[in-house]
């Protein structure tokens, strides 16, 4: 079992900037590619980036592409996605999720690919 908890979202200003966190605790040995999805009221939950075990390849979905950056720290147990420029359509709940894969290197983008989700964090951005 793995645990994530979600902090730093709030509300900000478009054009603002915003860095979420997520922290896993339990059985973090196992090689979790890591990921951020989120939902919007009235809307299916959406990929917003993923990050692979090893670090060393995201992917991020096209409405975020550029304006998002996701990184960990697998000594930390930690994984960040820092926001900029962001925009009334970013508003929603943010969602940590963690995914067991086999190869290092996997960035999985669908929610079915995740074994583990946070509670969320909400992100408000005002026009």
């Known amino acids: 079992q793995v645990q994530l908890v979600e902090s730093g979202g709030g509300s900000v200003h478009a054009g603002g900037s915003l860095g979420l966190s997520c922290a896993a605790s339990?059985?973090?040995?196992?090689?979790?590619?890591m990921g951020w999805f989120r939902q919007a009221p009235g809307k299916e939950r959406e990929f917003v980036a993923s990050i692979s075990w090893s670090g060393g390849s995201t992917e991020y979905a096209e409405p975020v592409k550029g304006r998002a950056t996701i990184s960990r720290d697998n000594a930390k147990n930690t994984v960040w996605l820092q926001m900029y420029s962001l925009k009334p359509e970013d508003t929603a709940v943010y969602y940590c999720?963690?995914?067991?894969?086999?190869?290092?290197?996997?960035?999985?983008?669908?929610?079915?690919?995740?074994?583990?989700w946070g509670q969320g964090t909400q992100v408000t951005v005002s026009s």
């Open positions: 999720a963690a995914g067991h894969t086999i190869v290092k290197s996997t960035t999985p983008t669908l929610a079915n690919e995740y074994d583990y």
């Open positions: 339990g059985r973090t040995d196992s090689n979790y590619a």
